[in-house]
Structure formats: C-alpha cells, structure tokens
C-alpha cells in the first residue's frame, strides 16, 4: 500500500478514537478484531495510547476457530462459556471503558453452510454470559462503544469479484474513507456538522410527537406505532465521563424504540443482512399485533427461523431508523453486506431486543414498566433494510395531522 493510503488510514484511526470512542485520559479501551485486521489495529492502538488512555486490549479473532467449534463440539459443549468472559465485559461497564469493534470479514462465507441450530446456540450462549455488557453498557451507554469497519480482502473480493484482491481492496478501503469523510482535511469538522445535523432531525422529529409511521413501496405496506415515550435519536450520545461519544461509524440514521405491539402489515427488505454468518436475502416478513406471523426468504430461509426461535422477543420489533438517499453509504452504490453500512443507505427494522434511552426516563425504568410502553426485551438483535428509492414514510401524530418524513427514498424539505 501507498504511503498516502497509510496517512488515510491513521486518519481514519484518530476519528475512531477522538469522535467515535472520544478517548478520555486514564480510560481502558478494548478492541476486537478479526487477526486480519491486525495492522490498523494497531493504528488505532497507537491512538488511543496518545489520547491518553490507560491500557488498551486487543482481542484478535479467527473465524476458522468457530467453524471447527460448531463442526466437532457436542452440544452441551457448544453452551459452554467461560466465566472469564463475563468478569472482562462486566469491569469494562464499571470502568466506564472504551469498547470498538471492528467488523470485516477475512472469509465472509466460512460460517455459511453450517447447521444454523448449532450456530444459534453459541451465539445465544455468549449472549446470555455478557447481558450485563448489552444491558448496561450498551443499553444505558455506561462505556464509550463503537462499531466501525476494516477492508479485508475476503470481503472485499466478494463485492469486487471481478478484481485482483489488492485492487479490490484498494477499491473498499477507499469506499469506507469516502464514507466516514477522511478523505477531507477538516473530517473531525466535517463529523461534528454531521453530528449536529443528525441531533436536530431528531429534535424535530421529537415534537412532532408521532404516533406512528406508515411504509408504502413495492412489496411493502407497514405500520409501526410508538407509545408517548419514544424518542427519536441520531449521532452522537453521552457517555460516563461526561463526554459524548459516536456508537456507529458511519452512521446517518435517526432511530426509536417502537411500541412493538403496534406493528401490522408487511415490509421486503431491500438489501441482505448476515445472521450467524449467513446471507438472508429477499426476506418478506408479516406483522399482526406486534409479532411477525409468516415470512419467506430467497435464501437463508433456515437460519431465519432458528434465529427468531431464539426467545419470544424475537418475533417482535425493537428498533425503526429512518434514513435518506442523501447518505454517502446509498450514493456509493455498494451493496456492503455488512451490516454497519447497510443499515446506514436505508431505513431499517430491527427485531429483537429495543434500546431503553430511547423512551423518555427508560433507563431508570422497571421491568413492568417498560413492558407498559412495549419495550422488546430479547437475546437477539438484528437490522434488516426497508427502503429504497421506491419506498415512501409517512407519520401520523398524536395530535391527528398527517405528513410525509420521506417521499421516494428522499426526506422532505423540512428535514432535509
């Protein structure tokens, strides 16, 4: 690689760290990594050392590990998980640490062709021994966490297949440093007018007081209401130490927790996602009363089924975003099959468990009470892509008035 991409991608680096984890001085920080990603690991290493961290971790991940687990262990085998594990992720929560996950693949398709029950109960497993983590330390955003991405030349060849691999990837390192804008000399500027345009859509959306949303578009007539509580919320949120932090990068969604009972119709998802490694594609769910009845799939039908067996909460919603085509990440015109970018070119669903800050006074609510305002609780969390140029929004509000958020992929003027 050249030395300007070496210079793009310690930028990239300091932007994961003063604006996505926004490093603090004595902070512990933790990255997990595919063993690929080893090199920029270490860039961001070497960033947070200089923003004055205290001790940085890397956890470094091969995927051939998981697949020969899911190959050759017995099943009580397969549920087991160390204890270790969960004093980690629990001391991260009570340091008010830093935590980033780098997502990319080095064999995006070694986890597909194995049994999906099997995948399932490892997944789930691991779920259940951090839920302290997901629950406070994600939920109530009691550490800094961010989810950013790394090319890989497994990932890249599967989107560029008709390249050499270092053209490939070449071609989505590129992508990603156009994305997340440190292609451009002022980028931490650039993300802080970002961030603040994110937070006043939000804001508007938040006095509206929408009571619910209607999707319209090929394949797609859905509806999905929300409980007086709801918030709508974008860019960057507060963490611990008194500073905010960015959780996605990139991100240019507005999201919300739905009233999961209040979600009926039916919706196509408009680009692929990953579940336990494998492509669910041309998925067509049904809604009644809050829980999905019927679905089919063009592929990944199998894996589908056993992940929503995973719990009751499953079946149901937990989060809405609302994204436009303005987003770089829809104008790149890649289908990423990540889910980080993904999700970023489109509105989107997801199932599973619902993000608590999202309803006013949440985090400091009891069980029953969030219950009270259908707030999902699951093991599971999953994004799946709605939109498209083709796909309209439309809210209605509490008050009575009608009006369009999106027309045709496009926010109206006023959000826009």
Known sequence: MSSDFLVKRNLYAELLVKFGLNVQPGQVVN????????????????????????FVNVDLTDQRVS??????????????????LSVKYKSLVEDSS???????????????????????????????????????????SKVHWTVAAAATSGWAKKLFPKMKEEEAVEKLWNAIFDICRVNEPDFLEKW??????????ANKLNKLKIKKVHFTGPGTDFHVGFSEKALFKGGSDLGPRGVNFEPNIPTEEVFTTPDYRETNGHVLTTRPFLVNGRLIKGLRLEFKDGVIQSFTA?????????????????????????????????????????????????????IGS???????????????????????????????????????????????????????????????
């Open 354 to 416: 619902a993000y608590k800050f999202c309803l006013e006074n949440g985090p400091t609510m009891s069980k029953d009470e969030l219950q009270k305002f259908g707030c999902n609780e699951s093991t599971v969390h999953t994004d799946m892509m709605i939109s498209s140029e083709n796909v309209s929004v439309e809210a209605e509000c509490y008050d009575g008035k009608k009006l369009m958020l999106i027309e045709n992929g496009t926010w109206v003027k006023e959000f826009n």
């Open 98 to 140: 830093a935590n980033l996950k780098i997502i990319g693949s080095e064999d995006p398709e070694i986890l597909a062709d194995l049994d999906p029950k099997r995948l399932n109960t490892v997944r789930l497993n691991q779920h259940l021994a951090i839920k302290y983590f997901y629950d406070e330390g994600i939920g109530k």
């Open 192 to 201: 802080q007018k970002h961030d603040d345009i994110l937070h006043e859509r």
């Open 67 to 84: 697949r020969s687990r899911i190959l050759n262990s017995d099943e009580d085998s397969l549920k087991y998980v160390p204890s270790f």
């Open 298 to 350: 063009e592929e990944g039908e199998e894996t589908f089924k056993e992940y929503i067996a995973s719990d009751v909460g499953a079946t149901r919603l937990g989060e809405l975003a609302l994204v436009g085509i303005d987003s770089p990440v829809y104008k790149s015109g890649i289908v990423f099959e990540e889910i980080l970018f993904d999700e970023n070119a489109a509105c989107h669903i997801a």
């Open 31 to 54: 990255i997990g990594a595919e063993a690929c990603s080893r090199d920029f690991a270490m860039d961001v290493v070497d960033a947070a050392y200089k923003a004055g961290a205290k």
